[in-house]
């Protein structure tokens, strides 16, 4: 649960001098639809890198990859025999390409290769056709008994009748993750991580069974595994290499052991061998001893994740969706991560929260800006811009944690961003504009540190507290209590004390923007009559929302209309400051205590519903500026180049592919599971 997910991406944010080194006749921008831009991210320093450590990257990247179907089974029973049997309609399509039923059915094979499955990646609501169900047989039926994924005995008929309602059907399988408390989020959802006939109620008492509250080091229960029911009984099926999802895994396997024969010490060689070990037996032990040394390797410039690791895809928060990131270090920017993780202790011991909450000795937190040089998994096409791990409580409170910043990622989004028009329709007055276009993309860089460096790390539970009391709201209250703490110290003189900003009013840029994208623009990614679904928005929702309605009688923050139109005006930034103090130790001490039924408030009473007078307006007002709510990426290609020994000597990077080869490339590629 610990990733910071880009909000909607203010245009014209600041002076290119202020970037990254990048090319600046990259070209970003790959495709486009429905609610989706696709861009590419370059990797700016690759052929610094030794051969050594290209190879580390490339046979990391196989190994990211490798896992791709894991994600798309997780995501529904049916994902992967939907997704072959679409794209060999498209790859055999006979027809009239300019046809409306085509166009508007490879506009849904896009969105389901965007979603990694037949839902959307951030609502989670079942994508609906544009074509119809006529057009869908007719292509089926011209299809050949060679190319239909059929499952064992499975007859053409039969998959028919199973696919069709899945695809078509409103009703069937409408939503990934339901987190609506009030009904049996387990039941209710259409993801894979459940067998039939397995209730919420089942699967707590089950895990509740299972945890000691007396012990100090739990595993993550759950974190890799499916609960199914077997003769009417609970069972997990875990996934390993002899168990569920073992083919995928013995090839991420391979490649994890090709890269620990480039590795870079012997630190990182000793936690790709546990990895490993962890991937063979499926014991989380194991997976708690390889994340121990994973965050204490503070040395290694190529570094990655691979596994099991959040939880958003689980309505309960508990099993780990597969996902990978491969990246090295960017030398220059992460002088800021470090300075701000040098000082963790100092940050802590001045959070506004009870001093019971605090961690009297913060241990072992390191932070980075990194270059990421491959997506995959559940971070692919969609990807967060800072991560924080390991997940597990414990963990960092005895062994510290390892912060990233994908600052190549965020400087994609930025880039493709310029002059779209954002701030002329949304920002107040041209002095707000003004100060966000001088100071925004530093103070957004520096809320994404400190949100994953720092405010993931902060805080403790209460002994005898269990780290998945917060239930379906546990996402949701965990982003929003980094996001807090971020925010606080954003305001701090401290960061000027450090030389890290130069101007104490800098803060008030992403003051602006939080509470606009909290309050306003991200209904953009709402449907109407929708509530806010996904954990992230929720959070920001909840952190806006409270702060509006608290500081109304000081009116500290307000919506006021301007010609017609509505607009946040932030007339006290001092007081939202100490407002966001105070928010910040209530979640403290909901989190820290375990108080389900104080959480189950907050989120209810301001992160879910949407007024939908302002939602209609925000809609309008984006219809006109064309802008797309929602932004993921293709990888670049990585080609080994041997010698005539079958020695690699050199590895070069590519940007050629659009986003249909790619996606056909690792269709061809990376199956590695049946339907």
């Known amino acids: 649960m610990n990733k910071i997910i880009p909000s909607l991406i203010v245009g014209s944010m600041v002076a290119i001098q202020a970037h990254a080194v990048v090319d600046k006749n990259f070209d970003y921008h790959v495709d486009r639809f429905a609610d989706i831009e696709v861009l590419r991210y370059e990797v700016p320093e690759f052929d610094r890198l ?17 896992g791709r179907d894991i994600i798309w089974d997780q995501n529904g029973r049916y994902n992967l025999q939907i997704r072959k049997l679409l794209e060999n309609i498209l790859t055999n399509y006979k027809g009239d390409r300019n046809s409306a039923d085509f166009k508007a059915f490879e506009k849904y094979l896009k ?16 994508f609906i056709p544009g074509f119809s169900q006529a057009f869908f047989e ?29 695809i078509f059907d409103p009703s069937v399988m409408a939503k990934r993750v339901n987190q609506d408390g009030t009904v ?14 397995v209730t919420q109620a089942e699967v707590e008492a089950y895990y509740a069974g299972l945890k000691n509250p007396d012990d100090a080091t739990p595993i993550s229960f759950g974190l890799n595994s499916k609960m199914v029911k077997e003769n009417g009984k609970l069972k997990e099926e875990h996934y390993h290499l002899n168990g569920l999802y073992g083919p995928a895994i013995a090839k991420i396997i391979y490649w994890l052991d090709m890269a620990k024969g480039v590795a870079e010490n012997d630190a990182q060689r ?14 989380l032990r194991l997976f708690d001893e390889y994340s121990i040394l994973w965050a204490e390797d503070t040395k290694s410039d190529v570094d990655f994740v691979n596994g099991f690791i959040e939880s958003y895809g689980d309505p309960l928060g ?13 030398t220059k920017s992460s002088d800021r991560t470090e300075t701000i993780s040098s000082n963790a202790q100092w940050f802590e011991d001045h959070s506004p929260v009870d001093p019971r909450f605090r961690k009297p000795e913060v241990k072992g937190v390191s932070a980075k800006v990194i270059t990421a040089a491959m997506l995959a998994g559940d971070a692919f096409p969609s990807t967060a811009i800072g991560i924080n791990l390991p997940n597990s409580t414990w963990i960092r409170a005895e062994h510290g944690s390892k912060s990233v910043t994908l600052e190549n990622i965020t400087e994609a989004y930025d880039m493709a961003s310029h002059g779209n028009g954002f701030n002329e329709e949304f920002v107040i007055d041209k002095a707000t504009s003004d100060h966000m276009d001088k100071y925004l993309y530093i103070t957004d860089m520096l809320h ?9 790390a902060s805080g403790r539970l209460l002994p005898g507290v269990d780290q998945d009391a917060l239930k379906e709201h546990g996402s949701a209250l965990e982003e929003a209590r980094a996001d807090l703490f ?7 003189p401290k960061l000027q004390e450090l030389g890290i900003l130069d101007d104490p009013t800098a803060y008030q840029a992403e003051y602006y923007k939080y509470m606009l994208n909290g309050l306003m623009t991200q209904l953009n990614r709402i449907e109407p009559g929708k509530d806010v679904e996904e954990a992230h928005m929720r959070n920001r929702q909840l952190i806006a929302a409270w702060i509006l309605e608290k500081g109304k009688k000081d009116k500290v923050v307000q919506l006021v209309k301007k010609n017609g139109k509505t607009y946040v005006k932030i007339n006290d930034y001092k007081k939202m400051r100490d407002l966001i103090g105070q928010l910040l130790g209530e979640i403290q001490r909901i989190k820290s205590e375990g108080d389900y039924a104080a959480g189950n408030e907050l989120i209810r009473k301001y992160a879910v519903k949407v007024d939908p007078k302002l939602h209609k307006e925000v809609l309008e007002r984006f219809s006109k500026l064309d802008i797309p709510p929602y932004r993921g990426f293709i990888n670049p290609e990585y080609t080994p180049v041997y010698d005539d020994k079958g020695n690699i000597i050199d590895v070069k990077i590519g940007y050629t592919e659009n986003y249909t080869d790619q996606m056909l490339r690792l269709a061809r590629d990376f199956t590695t599971l049946g339907y």
């Open 50 to 66: 030794s051969l050594d450590q290209k190879k580390m990257v490339y046979y990391l990247s196989q190994a990211a990859q490798a």
């Open 111 to 126: 969105q389901v290769w965007f979603g990694n499955g037949i839902h959307h990646h951030y609502s989670t609501d079942k």
């Open 138 to 166: 007719e292509q089926v039926a011209a299809l050949p008994d060679s190319l239909l994924p059929l499952n064992p005995g499975e007859t053409r008929e039969a998959m028919m009748a199973t696919l069709t309602p899945v």
């Open 184 to 197: 049996d989020v387990v039941a209710t959802s259409a993801s894979n991580l459940y067998g039939e006939g």
């Open 270 to 283: 000793q936690y790709i061998t546990k990895l490993i070990d962890y991937y063979i037996t499926g014991d």
């Open 318 to 330: 508990m099993t780990g969706s597969y996902e990978s990131y491969v990246n090295f270090k960017n």
């Open 448 to 456: 994404t540190d400190l949100h994953e460096c720092l405010g993931h």
């Open 486 to 492: 971020a925010l606080y110290y954003l305001a701090d």
